[in-house]
């Protein structure tokens, strides 16, 4: 028995030797398979962000208030391309009324609650949707009147216009659905509004919302943008009529360039992070941060749009400010001055109607 026994000390020395073998070994930690370590931006730029999200909000409801009410107080019934605008107002007051509380979150974080958070992404879904298919509808309807104008004279504009407008709202509807993916939860002891899927299906959930919104928030719009505003510049070159010609082509020019500017870094951006998060493409720490930091950059550049739109779609116009003359006019905000009109063509009407 004696010669079986182990002592303390024996004990201990056989513990030692086990743990060095087992602690000590040639296994390396890989980095790349070590989860990213999360920077934030600093205090000073989420201010200015904050800031600048009021100053949108701030711009795109008084303009977008007097595009509405100016073409609301109209007599007569709306033509297709004015009632477009007209929702495109309404979607674009809409994505304003949810820039205070994205306002607030980057600097206090979400203190909304869950239900508000859900109500304020569904909000956006919608807007942002309904305003791009607004803006596609346009084209469209410019289109029709400028390319094809014995075909848009026949047909009843009006009522496939009122049909058109309900049924983009109703899309819009549907693919805002998502929104109620979006929660309040803790990230980085910080509270945050953001999409929150359940692991195991998050992968297919996020690919399948992020391509409805490249397809039907980007790719179909601007494949169909860019061919009817084409067409309809080839057409106003071959049409007589210099200044007002020259007028709807440099509405044109500018509707294309500013809706590229404002929305194609971010989807370019979002593709990228789809990329990424759905392992279609590996990447590392420091390509992640990048993403992260040109979405949140982008995103704020492409909500620039919904307060430059009455800026291009009315203010530019020379029917919108005849009309807003007119309203101030009759308020008394201005003084009565007689304002004589040569005649116009036909051709030019269409123009003035459709583009001016």
């Known amino acids: 028995m ?22 000590y070994t040639d296994f390396v930690v890989n980095p790349e398979t070590q989860p990213c370590t999360i920077f934030p931006n600093p205090e000073a730029v ?21 595009v509405g009410l100016v073409m609301c107080f109209n007599k007569q019934a709306l033509p297709p391309s004015d009632l477009y605008l007209l929702h495109l107002v309404l979607a674009d007051l809409l994505l304003a009324l949810t820039l205070p509380f994205w306002a607030t979150s980057i600097t206090k974080g979400w203190v909304f609650g869950d239900a508000m958070c859900k109500i304020i992404s569904i909000f956006q879904e919608l807007s942002f949707y309904s305003s791009i ?14 390319v094809r104008a014995m075909e848009a004279r026949r047909a009843n504009r009006q009522l496939v216009s009122r049909g058109v407008c309900a049924a983009v709202w109703a899309v819009g509807g549907l693919l805002s659905v998502p929104g109620l993916f979006n929660s309040a939860f803790v990230s980085n002891n910080h509270m945050v509004c953001s999409e929150y899927y359940d692991p195991s299906t998050a992968d297919e ?3 399948f919302t992020r391509i409805l919104r490249h397809t039907l928030g980007f790719v179909v719009p601007l494949t169909i943008m860019l061919p ?6 080839k057409r106003l070159l071959h049409i007589r009529g210099g200044l007002q010609r020259q007028r709807a082509m440099r509405v ?8 590229l500017l404002c929305w194609t870094p971010y989807h370019v951006a979002l593709m990228a992070d789809t990329f990424f998060r759905t392992k279609i493409v590996s990447y590392n720490c420091a390509e992640r941060t990048a993403v992260d930091k040109a979405l949140f950059a982008t995103q704020t550049l492409a909500l620039v749009h919904s307060c430059v739109n009455p800026v ?19 308020m008394g905000v201005l003084e009565r001055t007689s304002v004589s009109r040569s005649s116009k063509s036909s051709v030019t009407s269409e123009l003035t109607s459709a583009f001016m």
Request: net charge positive; hydrophobic share 55%.
């Open 2 to 23: 004696d010669g079986l026994s182990l002592s303390a000390d024996d004990f201990s020395s056989i513990y030692y030797d086990l743990n060095l073998s087992y602690n």
């Open 46 to 66: 989420m201010i200015v962000v904050s800031v600048f999200y009021i100053i949108i909000f701030l711009l795109a409801i008084p303009g977008n208030m007097i």
């Open 133 to 146: 298919l607004f803006l596609t509808c346009i084209s469209m309807d410019r289109y029709m009147v400028i």
């Open 205 to 207: 959930w996020r690919l």
């Open 228 to 233: 009817c505003y084409g067409v309809t510049m």
């Open 252 to 259: 044109i020019v500018i509707v294309v360039v500013v809706f």
């Open 312 to 330: 291009l779609y009315a203010f530019v116009g020379e029917k919108f400010r005849r009309r807003l003359l007119q309203k101030m006019k009759k």
